[in-house]
């Protein structure tokens, strides 16, 4: 038996579950046609228990979070602020959130918006984890009314949401000038690597990374191994090897994941990349 079905079985013999308080927000509370906006999940739960990232890592299932908007309104996917990384039984490494979690998903209002009032549903699965773990699933709903004068206020999000929005990832490549992320090599054993080369400031300053947390997310059949992260003269490089199973549905190694990186001056930025195998150019 896995650990995780030790784990939910253990759950199921002591009963002893944890509330999780699940809200829908938005990040506004009145719509104009054409316009978009964005609708949080936020789960807040006990200290000591966590949930799980889109990818959980060694163990424990994802959060997700299905939206259903009225007619006309469409849904972009999930977005998930960066994790945290934490130890499980059996020296298991996981990536989730601890005393709160956050999804954000964005919405675009149709340019002919009819109505006045508008309702939203999402439909909310975890899986939260202590010394045991227990599943979960609730829809909840937030209703959103047309914008009818300038004087409508335009912040609808709370204070805990705010700070979930500072952990969303920009994009490494636009984020961040001469970075790259690429998967080379065999395409059974890619490797993985990412550079964050020094950077001059228009102050002057220089912005270098000097740490950095990563939490890859790969597409079916790559598996990736342990990252060596080190700082050379002119910038930090990751390199993660990889093995890689084809897939009917996935031909090529793929992957995408995110990067906590702290740089010289203290700051911590969330940064999202993508990076796909291609096969080496035939020199003939």
Request: one cysteine or more; aromatic letters at 8%.
């Amino acid at each position: 038996m896995s650990p995780l079905c030790l784990l939910l079985a253990s759950a199921l013999l002591l009963g002893d579950e944890p509330e999780v308080h699940v809200e829908l927000q938005a990040s506004t509370l009145h719509i104009a046609p054409g316009e978009s906006f964005e609708l949080a999940v936020l789960l807040k739960y006990e200290p000591g228990w966590h949930i799980y990232w889109k990818n959980p890592g060694d163990s424990g299932f994802a959060t997700t979070a299905q939206l259903s908007a009225p007619p006309g309104f469409t849904v972009e996917e999930v977005r998930y602020p960066a994790p945290v990384s934490f130890k499980q039984a059996g020296d298991l490494t996981c990536y989730g959130y601890e005393e709160s979690a956050c999804l954000f998903m964005k919405v675009t209002a149709p340019e002919e918006l009819k109505g006045d009032e508008f309702s939203f549903t999402a439909a909310v699965q975890y899986l939260i984890c202590d010394e045991v773990c227990f599943s979960g699933e609730v829809e909840v709903q937030s209703k959103l009314r047309r914008e009818t004068s300038a004087a409508d206020t335009s912040e609808g999000y709370s204070a805990e949401v705010r700070a979930h929005v500072e952990r969303l990832p920009r994009p490494l490549l636009s984020s961040w000038k001469k970075a790259h992320a690429k998967l080379s090599g065999p395409q059974k054993t890619p490797t993985l690597s990412l550079w964050l080369p020094d950077n001059s400031q228009p102050d002057g300053a220089k912005l270098k990374a000097m740490t950095a947390s990563l939490f890859p997310a790969p597409l079916p059949g790559l598996s990736l191994g342990t990252p060596v992260i080190k700082r050379g003269a002119g910038g930090l490089e990751i390199s993660v090897p990889c093995s890689f199973k084809a897939q009917k549905k996935q031909p090529a190694p793929a992957t995408e994941g995110v990067l906590s990186v702290k740089t010289e001056s203290g700051e911590l930025h969330h940064l999202s990349f993508t990076a796909e195998w291609r096969a080496p150019a035939n020199p003939n």
